[in-house]
């Protein structure tokens, strides 16, 4: 096979938060939205980083590009930033995500 066989342009796949603490917190799962595939400098971008309060803001400005509404927007736009707890798991599943394409 090809290495442009498998060679395609990335596409919004819905992720969704649905950990015992989410519901707790919101009363409902909550979803969101990423590439299905991301280039492979954001990847190590990401998973390079340690989840320090030095790190922090990168992360969070990394994040923002890759936690999205279902038309492709960024939830935290303008100013907006997701709960702590929120974010983590975003992030997590993300990567989690990012690993299997």
């Not at 096979?1 to 707790?24: F, G, H, N, R, Y």
């Not at 595939?37 to 954001?42: A, D, H």
């Not at 803001?57 to 038309?71: G, T, V």
């Amino acid at each position: 096979m090809k290495l442009t066989e498998v060679a395609s342009k990335p596409q919004l796949i819905k992720i969704t938060l649905d950990e015992p603490e989410i519901i707790e917190a919101y009363g409902d799962e909550l979803e969101f939205w990423t590439w299905d595939r991301q280039p492979l400098e954001k990847y190590l971008g990401l998973v390079g980083q340690d989840a320090t309060m030095e790190n922090m803001p990168a992360l969070i400005e990394f994040a923002k590009d890759l936690i999205l509404d279902e038309s492709g927007n960024m939830v935290m736009a303008e100013g907006e930033v997701l709960p702590t707890l929120v974010m983590t798991l975003a992030v997590n599943k993300v990567v989690a995500q990012m690993g299997k394409s």
